[in-house]
């Protein structure tokens, strides 16, 4: 074998850092006594060193106080450790995060060093969740906090949701804690998204916990975060607090706690610290909370199931969503999107909802709301033919047609009574008005997009406007309403 000389060996160990510290990855190589060997900038950047402060000291020296190395794991047993999390402070003063494996380096078949490759934990959630929201690119502004929604992707045109939106972006600008109240589907978690992203503090973390999802056993110490040893498999972990640190913490269906978990939710939010689980050091909470309620949580706490201090803490500042069934101006626009969105998903073609469905929609009563819509517009939609245009009651499976039909009363005649003593003419031409309307309710008045879906010329759609007496301007999103506001209780 050659030997390399002096210089081929140099340029090539410079050549080995240089492409060490182009990867995004932390490298770390420690002796078997603890002398740091190597380290590259992305360890540098996250732990907010420089490598002159690490590279010959000893390990100890340049991580105080830290109990479990790997480098004592991997000198016991000198296998590869992998998937480790860890969270410590570095000698900056930095909060690291990471996970990452370590191997054991042999020389002479003897264990000289250990090296560790690491990544910091937000850049593994970032990378998650642009994975995630590769997988469906019609959400152009999805953004890498943990969130999907903006107060922008919020539809509806209703006085009501659009004052909850003008009092939403005011909570954006402060950090108080927020309640969202509101029916089951109501949009409260959108809000709680749209909230956190219209504040000065949207790039930090939006952790959402379903109150109701986490067994009460587990809850404890999600919420708190673990030290390794805590309990038999507890790792490094930190807890919901920690990871929203600077961010939003948001607390669904909040009503379903536990009366032992709210009065440790009490005692956090009083101290304003938490202690993780096994740990003996305490540390600031320093999140927004908002949560979200679909039940009255004042009546709740009147008959002792929620605690009224806990209440109190919660509910500086309430925002109240209104059912969908007294919005009922937004159901056209909310239809529009989710036809738009199956649309794309399920390959269709259709551009109107016929007025008979939409009469369906407009007097149904809505319990699961805006989410329950969605669904049912999925569910007609996967029965349609890629070839059709209109969605009709026709496409509701039997048993939604059932149940929107239970509340049709309401409206008067059946269309079917109505329909009975009709000519042939006279059908055609109400199905023509109607077919117009309803395009114009999911143009919002626009009438050459209108135009655009009926198939037909924009000279000729003002022809049958006039013929029908229809007058466009009043299907405007602003009028939409009085263009719909039928007598429902
Ligand atoms: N105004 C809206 N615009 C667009 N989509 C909406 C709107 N409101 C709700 N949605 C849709 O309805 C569904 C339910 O919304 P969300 O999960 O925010 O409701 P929720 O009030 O938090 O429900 P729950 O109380 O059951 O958790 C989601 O798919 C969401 O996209």
């Not at 690490?54 to 794991?73: A, T």
């Not at 201090?309 to 007294?326: F, G, M, N, Q």
Request: proline residues 3%; charged residues 25%; hydrophobic residues 35%.
């Amino acid at each position: 074998m050659v030997k390399k000389t002096y210089e081929e060996l140099e340029s090539e160990n410079r050549l080995l850092h240089a492409m060490f510290d182009v990867v995004s990855d932390g490298a770390y190589a420690v002796s078997v006594d603890g002398t740091v060997l190597f380290y590259n900038k992305a360890f540098e950047k996250m732990e907010g060193t420089t490598r002159s402060q690490m590279v010959g000291k000893k390990d100890f020296d340049v991580y105080p106080g830290f109990e479990n190395f790997q480098r004592h794991v991997v000198c016991k047993n000198p296998e590869p450790l992998r998937d480790q999390h860890m969270t410590y402070t570095s000698i900056s003063g930095k909060k690291v995060d990471i996970v990452y494996n370590s191997y054991p380096f042999f020389q002479d078949g003897k264990l000289s060093a250990v090296i560790s490759i690491g990544r910091d934990k937000p850049s593994i959630n970032e990378l998650v969740t642009m994975v995630l929201n590769s997988f469906n690119s019609k959400k152009s502004n999805r953004v890498t906090n943990g969130t999907i929604y903006t107060l922008e992707d919020i539809i509806g045109s209703s006085t009501v949701i659009r004052q909850t939106l003008k009092q939403a972006r005011k909570m954006a600008q402060s950090q108080s804690t927020v309640m969202l109240v509101g029916e089951t589907g109501t949009g409260k978690e959108l809000f709680a998204q749209g909230i956190h992203n219209a504040s000065p503090y949207k790039s930090r973390p939006f952790i959402a916990v379903n109150c109701a999802a986490i067994p009460e056993t587990l809850m404890e110490s999600l919420m708190m975060g673990t030290v390794k040893g805590a309990f038999s498999g507890a790792l490094d972990t930190p807890g919901f607090f920690e990871q929203a640190e600077n961010g939003t913490l948001f607390l669904d269906e909040i009503n379903s706690l536990s009366i032992s978990l709210q009065a440790k939710l009490l005692r956090l939010l009083q101290d304003k610290k938490i202690r993780r689980l096994g740990d003996n050091k305490e540390r600031k909470i320093s999140c927004r909370i908002i949560s979200a309620t679909n039940q009255d949580l004042f009546a709740l706490a009147k008959s002792g199931l929620f605690r009224e201090d806990l209440l109190y803490r919660l509910t500086p500042v309430i925002a109240d969503i209104p059912p969908l069934r007294e919005r009922l101006e937004d159901i056209p626009l909310l239809a529009r999107e989710f036809v738009d969105r199956f649309n794309d998903e399920l390959a269709l073609n259709i551009k109107i909802i016929s007025q008979d469905l939409m009469q369906l929609f407009l007097y149904y009563r809505w319990p699961g709301n805006v989410r329950e819509l969605e669904h049912i517009i999925e569910s007609a939609m996967s029965l349609a033919e890629n070839t059709e245009t209109i969605l009709s009651r026709e496409h509701l499976p039997r048993m939604l047609k059932k149940r929107l039909m239970s509340d049709q009363t309401k409206s008067g005649s059946s269309d079917s009574e109505a329909g009975a003593n009709k000519s042939l003419a006279e059908l055609l031409r109400q199905y023509e008005k109607e077919t117009i309307e309803n395009a114009l309710i999911l143009k919002n008045g626009n009438v050459s997009q209108c135009a655009i879906q009926l198939g037909i010329t924009r000279q000729n759609l003002h022809y049958h406007l006039r013929r029908h007496g229809i007058k466009a301007v009043l299907y405007k999103a602003q009028s939409v309403g009085d263009a719909t506001d039928s007598p429902v209780p």
